[in-house]
């Protein structure tokens, strides 16, 4: 099965190049930046494609386990066993009771061509509406009482101006492991109207 998706416009803000806005090489969700403030953003992100898991575990194992299964699947654990650009940030969503959304934003050209379906059948293919987001970036190693601790200011934030919160937290994580933990990006965000 092959999937095609038309992607819809949407302005871009930050560094861009050929597919869209990138990080270090890698194709990012194109996003526009409506308020900034310090290092807090309200962003208006269009839809995407997404390949998206459910793990259960504490969330930097579930985060791990995620991503280890979603790379199979772009590494060629598919059908055709076709090689799909790796895109960032890899995000990571609370479930509750110890389940996790880990997923990974599909690069546009290959959505574009058709999507192969994945050979993993705990992976889901899905398009993700365009949304509203309050996003706050920060450097370092990201652990679970930081991260929410950051969620929760970024909430009171956003809610002291007036927005409301409808969907989050998500934890975004944009650099390899090995990076240095001064040279990483991270981010929290919550969805808001």
Same mark, same amino acid.
């Given at each position: 099965?092959?999937?095609?998706?038309?992607?819809?416009?949407?302005?871009?803000?930050?560094?861009?190049?050929?597919?869209?806005?990138?990080?270090?090489?890698?194709?990012?969700?194109?996003?526009?930046?409506?308020?900034?403030?310090?290092?807090?953003?309200?962003?208006?992100?269009?839809?995407?494609?997404?390949?998206?898991? *459910?793990?259960?575990?504490?969330?930097?194992?579930?985060?791990? *386990?995620?991503?280890?299964?979603?790379?199979?699947?772009?590494?060629?654990?598919?059908?055709?066993?076709?090689?799909?650009?790796? *895109?960032?940030?890899?995000?990571?969503?609370?479930?509750?009771?110890?389940?996790?959304?880990?997923?990974? *934003?599909?690069?546009?050209?290959?959505?574009?061509?058709?999507?192969?379906?994945?050979?993993?059948?705990?992976?889901?293919?899905?398009?993700?509406?365009?949304?509203?987001?309050?996003?706050?970036?920060?450097?370092?190693?990201?652990?679970?009482?930081?991260?929410?601790?950051?969620?929760?200011?970024?909430?009171?934030?956003?809610?002291?101006?007036?927005?409301?919160?409808?969907?989050?937290?998500?934890?975004?994580?944009?650099?390899?492991?090995?990076?240095?933990?001064?040279?990483?990006?991270?981010?929290?965000?919550?969805?808001?109207?």
């Amino acid at each position: 099965m092959r999937w095609i998706v038309v992607m819809l416009g949407v302005a871009m803000a930050g560094t861009a190049g050929a597919e869209g806005m990138m990080r270090r090489g890698y194709e990012m969700p194109p996003y526009r930046v409506e308020v900034a403030e310090g290092a807090r953003e309200v962003r208006d992100y269009g839809p995407r494609v997404v390949a998206e898991v *459910t793990v259960r575990g504490d969330r930097r194992a579930a985060v791990n *386990t995620g991503f280890r299964v979603l790379a199979g699947y772009i590494f060629g654990g598919n059908e055709g066993s076709a090689k799909i650009a790796m *895109t960032v940030p890899v995000e990571q969503a609370d479930q509750g009771g110890g389940l996790w959304v880990v997923r990974f *934003t599909m690069p546009a050209a290959a959505v574009a061509t058709g999507l192969p379906a994945p050979a993993d059948g705990r992976i889901v293919l899905r398009e993700v509406d365009a949304a509203r987001m309050v996003v706050e970036g920060f450097s370092g190693m990201p652990d679970g009482e930081d991260m929410a601790a950051r969620a929760d200011a970024l909430r009171d934030w956003a809610e002291g101006r007036g927005l409301r919160v409808v969907g989050g937290p998500v934890y975004a994580f944009y650099d390899a492991p090995w990076t240095p933990a001064g040279a990483r990006l991270n981010e929290v965000g919550w969805e808001v109207r």
